[in-house]
């Protein structure tokens, strides 16, 4: 869980692979909203990430599902600088 994206994905791009609108899958990547379990596991299957760790980040609440997507899908925000464990830390 959290190996960063080697790519960036937009929203659009995101909400065509998974088949929501791109304001929810913005919602998504910011920690505002969580998927419903169907939406959950075509996210799992389009990015090829495991299920459960899907399901855990959802369990863990919407900043953590936030941070699993932006760390395993979007990549993360500009002017957000990722320690060396992954976590994420604000710019200065």
């Known amino acids: 869980m959290d190996s960063p ?3 960036t994905v ?3 791009e995101f909400g065509r692979a998974v088949g ?3 304001t929810t899958a913005s919602r998504y990547r910011n920690g505002d909203r969580v998927p419903s379990t ?8 389009a990015y090829d990430l495991d299920p459960g760790d899907v ?4 369990r863990d609440g919407r900043e953590c599902f936030g ?5 395993n899908v979007f ?5 957000v600088d990722l320690n ?9």
Do not use: C, Q, W, Y
């Open 84 to 92: 060396e464990d992954g976590t994420e830390r604000k710019a200065a």
């Open 5 to 7: 994206t080697k790519e």
């Open 38 to 45: 169907g939406v959950a596991l075509k996210i799992a299957e």
């Open 20 to 22: 929501v609108h791109f």
């Open 75 to 79: 990549g993360p925000e500009p002017g």
């Open 10 to 12: 937009s929203n659009a």
């Open 55 to 58: 399901l855990r980040a959802i």
């Open 67 to 71: 941070h699993f997507m932006r760390m």
